[in-house]
């Protein structure tokens, strides 16, 4: 499905922590190691796959989840979860890449023919204008209720929940 929306080489970015709560939305979970394997076949070779996420530095889970991610040819982008004290004894946890992946989707614009983002989050508006000035193809893969009007308006939308039987845990 995705390969008729795509040209030439393929670079994919995943805002883990956006599909994160686009997975809750759908009741269902995305397995990674059968999304990276979906991706290189409708994407061809030179189809390179960044993923961008925080992690609690405390808990083995996570680190199990990085390694696999590791394994299985993810291009990984990380930060370390911040606790902020919120009062004496409540912290919020903060770990938050966006910016990171904005600027590296635009940094390699020359490098790549179609970017597909894995997100609904409207801050990737501008970046996508960016990389359509320069005759970038851009696909958005988020879901309904999880995807912002200004994305919807400016790329290809696919909805995870055509991708389910293909990804899906």
Known sequence: MLKKFTKGKVYVFIDNSNVFYAQKTLGWKISYSKLIKYLKKECGRGMK???????????????KFLDMLDINSYILRTKAIKRIRIKKNYFKHKGNLDIELALEM????????????FSGDSDFAAPIDRIKRKGKRIIVISTRGRIAKELLERAKFIDLRKLKNKISQ
């Open 49 to 63: 796959c960044f993923i961008y996420l925080a992690y609690d530095e405390n808990k083995q889970s996570e680190r």
């Open 106 to 117: 635009v940094e390699l614009a020359n490098s790549y023919q179609t970017a597909v983002l």
